[in-house]
């Protein structure tokens, strides 16, 4: 099973748009918090190359910054 861990805040429509499509798509994964995980900022940061983007979302090794639900399916 491949890790899937999608970096993100409550108040981004992207990450609630990208979150809704995985959950109904029944994938499991993890999504941290940056409004409740100050520390990930830093790890968005550093996977976007100095960048605070959201959603980021690595699937398995992989990087995805903002991707749509089309980038989303093809990948998953």
Not at 50 to 70: E, L, V
Request: some cysteine; proline content about 4%.
């Amino acid at each position: 099973m491949i890790s899937i861990t999608m970096y993100g805040a409550e108040w981004c429509p992207d990450c609630l748009r990208a979150k809704a499509f995985l959950e109904e798509n029944k994938i499991d994964f993890t999504f941290i918090n940056l409004d409740l995980d100050k520390s990930a900022a830093a790890e968005v940061e550093r996977l976007n190359q100095g960048k605070r983007m959201i959603p980021t979302i690595i699937i398995g090794d992989q990087t995805y910054t903002n991707p749509d639900n089309a980038v989303l399916a093809s990948v998953l």
